[in-house]
């Protein structure tokens, strides 16, 4: 028996086993498609190439074009290439790649955003595909096994795939037998609707809930199809100067909470969102002081492992181990050892308020830029340019024990040495609002935002965080505002409406943000 038969242990099921090439008539233009995968994990890869080669093929361009659900970001070998060939035309929410981003921003792809688990639940509720009833068409899940009734044992990711795989007409599903089966890996529980849905009952990282299979009805499986291709994962770079000033500052921050009684000795759970400064945190984490540690988070990072292996970290719960391909190299060779410490869970609960706030999580998370009040942009560069989306940052940092940002506090350009500033007078677009965010960091230094009034938090951020390069043009900015505004009593939050920007528009003429005055 082949391992594709083996990982279908409902065996009436093998007679609906094909050829990626043979489900190409079950797509229509127009359709709207449910996948799985959070980040470049879990998400179906052999049947959106060989549909991507049918359009190639037949000079279909622009004339086969799908509204695609997907939990997170997927392969940009598959994003990239679908957006390349006019297949997207709607996307949520979120995305990583170069074409798909260029084509988000001219227009061509409808692309929507939202909180992470406000989507997973809307999408329950049927709010996406109104016209049509609130389900999918076509759902494409990519698992590693099906249980003897029907059920699917998902991969390294779940994201949405329980809402997908609950609410689509159809589905193909494709097992990937180059990854080991992830039977009881996962805690899955399915969405419910309003006025009876029930409380989720976790009180402690590592409780389970709910089942390791997401229930399915065999009937609505059109296909199966074997992939041998293996998560590529997300390959990051060693941590900078900067991202490890910054993780130190924090790491300081904590110890400093802790001798202050607001924490206990092993912190409370971490939630780290992606990138190398999230990485380089969980890495400082690895050499600091801090064990018995515990982790409530969406994403597990390589430096995850190595919190595992040094014996500091106890559990982990996410939805997705988004790792590069060493990382899974590595999880795969010590497959007993991690597996036993980690839950994947849907990101309906991965990211729900509920148990953020109940286990009184520590959220990290990097943003594009924040102003001098402690409003964050995580998504729109000059306010326009969408770069992927909100993802999980506003569910962790709005219901978090702590909110923490953290940015370096200039970004290269190639006009300026210094690079842009990341703290501006006013952020051009707003994620996270100064009732969200507790602590913002540079590798300059830490701003301690709790209990501040908004002038303090002027005074705080400026000293702390901005680069020296940049320092006196922001104190300059504040005091004149705060003049200003402070001679008509209206400056609670000092802002000059008609200079706030000049920085930006410096940029864009001059191709630096040192301008040489406010006037």
């Not at 976790?202 to 809930?209: C, E, N, P, T």
């Not at 991690?338 to 990101?347: I, N």
């Not at 940002?405 to 952020?427: E, F, L, N, Q």
Request: some cysteine.
């Amino acid at each position: 028996m082949s391992e594709l038969h083996k990982r279908i242990r409902k065996t009436s099921l093998h007679s609906r086993i094909m050829t990626a090439e043979e489900t190409i008539p079950f797509f229509r233009n127009g359709m709207d498609l449910g996948w799985s995968g959070f980040t470049p994990v879990g998400y179906p890869k052999v049947v959106p190439a060989a549909l991507a080669d049918y359009v190639e093929k037949h000079n279909l361009q622009g004339k086969m074009r799908f509204n695609l659900f997907i939990g997170a970001s997927i392969g940009a070998e598959i994003e990239d290439r679908w957006a390349s060939l006019l297949m997207t035309d709607k996307r949520w929410p979120y995305q990583t790649g170069k074409v798909v981003q260029k084509q988000v921003n001219n227009g061509t792809v409808r692309m929507g955003d939202k909180h992470l688990s406000l989507y997973a639940q809307d999408l329950a509720y049927g709010f996406y595909t109104k016209e049509r009833g609130g389900g999918f068409d076509l759902g494409l899940i990519e698992a590693s096994g099906i249980t003897e009734d029907g059920s699917i044992i998902l991969g390294g990711s779940i994201g949405c795939a329980t809402e997908v795989i609950q609410h689509s007409d159809k589905l193909i599903i494709e097992i990937n037998t180059a990854i080991p089966s992830f039977e009881g890996i996962h805690d899955i529980v399915m969405t419910e609707r309003p006025p009876y849905k029930k409380p989720y009952l976790i009180s402690r990282v590592d409780d389970r809930i709910g089942s390791p299979y997401v229930p399915c009805d065999p009937d609505k499986i059109l296909a199966i199809v074997e992939s041998r291709l293996p998560d590529k994962g997300r390959a990051l770079s060693d941590p900078d100067e900067t991202s490890e000033q910054i993780a130190a500052h924090i790491l300081d921050f904590f110890q400093f909470e802790v001798k202050a009684g607001r924490l206990p000795k092993n912190l409370l759970p971490l939630q780290s969102g992606v990138g190398n400064i999230a990485n380089a945190v969980v890495g400082g984490m690895v050499k600091g002081p801090f064990s018995n540690v515990k982790v409530w988070t969406e994403v597990i990072q390589d430096t995850m492992l190595d919190f595992f292996d040094s014996g500091k970290l106890d559990f982990a719960s996410s939805t997705s181990l988004s790792l590069s391909e060493n990382g899974f190299k590595r999880l795969y060779d010590n497959w007993d050892f991690y597996v036993q410490k980690v839950v994947l869970r849907p990101m309906q609960i991965s990211n729900n308020p509920e148990p953020i706030r109940r286990l009184g999580v520590i959220a990290m998370n990097t943003p594009v830029e924040f102003d001098i009040y402690g409003h964050a942009n995580s998504t729109l560069v000059g306010g326009t340019r969408m770069i992927n989306g909100i993802g999980g940052s506003g569910d962790f940092l709005r219901n978090a024990y702590l909110s923490i940002m953290h940015t370096p506090s200039t970004r290269p350009s190639k006009t300026d040495p210094t690079g842009i500033t990341c703290v501006v007078p006013m952020a051009p677009h707003v994620d996270h609002t100064e009732h969200d965010l507790d602590v913002l960091v540079t590798e300059q230094g830490l701003a301690d935002l709790r209990g501040l009034s908004p002038r303090e938090r002027a005074k705080t951020i400026i000293n702390n965080c901005v680069h020296p390069d940049y320092k006196p043009l922001m104190q300059e900015y504040y005091e004149r505002a705060k003049r200003e505004c402070c001679e008509l009593n209206v400056g609670h939050e000092p802002h000059l409406l008609f200079k706030v920007f000049k920085m930006q528009q410096h940029l864009a003429e001059k191709g630096t943000m040192k301008i040489d005055n406010w006037n």
